[in-house]
């Protein structure tokens, strides 16, 4: 299995990135699909997640009304864009497979995690 994230980059605060994740080895439609991110020095936050079964969204407080998580199964992909940056929103986001269910609550273990892109918001 592989899960290949891309899409980082620098961008200006208040600007706008798309990230993407390209799963292959598995059949994405089994598997709940999760953004995380860590920035330097703290902790691995879930950010979003996305399930398997019906594709409802769930949002970290902090992205709320920002992110949008979306999957497409048919092309293994599954995207978050993010709008209306914040410096704070700078970390290496990393995306992530669980099988069935979707939570993001602290120290959930998922089953695949790709190698990270890094975002980089400038105030």
């Known amino acids: 299995v592989q899960l290949q994230a891309s899409g980082g980059g620098l961008v200006q605060a208040g600007r706008s990135l798309r990230l993407s994740c390209i799963a292959s080895g598995l059949t994405l439609g089994d598997y709940a699909m999760a953004w995380f991110r860590q920035a330097p020095g703290k902790e691995r936050e879930g950010v979003s997640c996305?399930?398997?079964?019906?594709?409802?969204?769930y949002y970290a407080t902090s992205v709320k009304g920002r992110f949008t998580i979306s999957r497409d199964n048919a092309n293994n992909t599954v995207h978050l864009q993010m709008n209306s940056l914040k410096p704070e929103d700078t970390a290496v986001y990393y995306c992530?497979?669980?099988?069935?269910?979707?939570?993001?609550?602290?120290?959930?273990?998922?089953?695949?995690w790709g190698q990270g892109t890094q975002v980089t918001v400038s105030s």
């Open positions: 992530a497979a669980r099988y069935r269910f979707c939570t993001i609550v602290p120290g959930v273990r998922y089953d695949y």
């Open positions: 996305i399930g398997s079964f019906d594709g409802s969204p």
